[in-house]
């Protein structure tokens, strides 16, 4: 087990055990903070969030979101400007720590599986965050989620989704599904494109970040406790209109604009 989710910082070789090795300490108390933090978000979910305007939503999101990333010791770098009130954030995905990096820039109302509702913990914290369900087993669930989203934007709020479905390397942007860009047409609200990048001190596009394959959550939370110099970048890029859009042009142009903005593989 050990040697399996050091993996990523050395491998099973001598050297990468002395890294896990000294690693070790720095992630475990990155972990206890990681989890307290959420305790902490978890109570005040039921003390403090249900009193919260919107413009005290947004600040304690902001905060929370900031602080978790510092506590894994993740240094946030922001490029661009979000315009305020209600839009649709589009962003390339690459890891669970996407929705942590865009709530501390620009937060939003996330559209998730309806499973993540249930998990312990975070699942009350990421309903209380006003997230909306998808039930993927139901084919025509994506029109009610669509109006959902539609009925937000046009309430004021920003909802963020992640147009390709799942994640990639980082290294570039896979196919752009235009449906969930239809509610922004629908509302009608612009779209406010935003580019993520994950680097470390040795990686311009680092693999640390990365949830794809076969890797799990654990794994993953723990390549990134242990990591040393991590770093994301969220880039804003200008805001897109949707006056008189065609939803699958809107995603051939925002999966280029947001694929021209990443380092290509050689960089």
Same mark, same amino acid.
């Given at each position: &087990?050990? #040697? =399996?989710l050091? %993996? ?7 050297? %990468?055990?002395?890294?896990? &090795?000294?690693?070790?300490p720095?992630?475990g ?6 989890l307290?933090?959420? *305790?902490w ?5 039921? *003390?403090?969030? !249900?009193r919260? /305007?919107?413009?005290?939503?947004? /600040? ?10 510092? $506590?894994?010791? +993740?240094?946030?770098?922001v490029?661009?400007?979000?315009r ?15 929705i942590?990096?865009?709530? =501390?820039? @620009?937060?939003?109302?996330? @559209? ?5 509702g249930?998990? !312990?913990?975070?699942?009350?914290l ?13 084919r025509?669930?994506?029109?009610? @989620? *669509?109006?959902? &989203?539609?009925?937000?934007m046009?309430?004021?709020?920003t ?14 942007? &896979?196919?752009f599904?235009a449906?969930?860009?239809?509610? #922004? +047409? /629908?509302?009608?609200?612009? $779209?406010? !494109? ?6 470390? !001190? ?8 990365a949830? @794809?394959?076969?890797?799990t ?12 110099? *991590?770093?994301v ?5 200008p ?18 604009? +947001? ?6 593989r050689?960089?």
């Amino acid at each position: &087990m050990s #040697a =399996a989710l050091g %993996g990523r910082q050395g491998g099973p070789g001598p050297t %990468g055990l002395l890294q896990l &090795m000294a690693a070790v300490p720095r992630a475990g108390w990155r972990l206890l903070r990681v989890l307290l933090h959420v *305790l902490w978000a978890y109570g005040r979910s039921y *003390l403090v969030w !249900p009193r919260l /305007d919107e413009q005290g939503w947004h /600040d304690e999101t902001a905060r929370w979101s900031g602080q978790l990333l510092t $506590i894994l010791g +993740i240094e946030l770098t922001v490029q661009g400007q979000a315009r305020p009130g209600a839009k649709l954030v589009v962003a390339n995905h690459v890891s669970w720590l996407d929705i942590v990096a865009i709530n =501390a820039v @620009v937060p939003s109302r996330f @559209v998730s599986k309806a499973e993540v509702g249930q998990w !312990p913990l975070v699942g009350r914290l990421v309903t209380a965050a006003g997230t909306l369900y998808l039930v993927r087993e139901r084919r025509r669930d994506a029109m009610r @989620v *669509l109006g959902m &989203m539609s009925k937000a934007m046009r309430e004021g709020h920003t909802v963020a989704v992640f147009p390709e479905g799942t994640t990639g390397d980082g290294h570039g942007v &896979m196919h752009f599904h235009a449906n969930l860009l239809q509610a #922004a +047409i /629908d509302a009608p609200a612009p $779209i406010q !494109p935003v580019v993520l990048r994950y680097s470390d !001190p040795e990686h311009a596009v680092s693999p640390i970040a990365a949830y @794809v394959g076969d890797t799990t959550l654990l794994q993953s939370l723990w390549w990134v406790a242990t990591a040393k110099g *991590l770093r994301v970048h969220a880039h804003i890029l200008p805001l897109q209109s949707v006056a008189h859009a065609d939803r699958r042009a809107l995603a051939d142009l925002l999966q280029a604009q +947001i694929a021209d903005s990443l380092p290509s593989r050689n960089h």
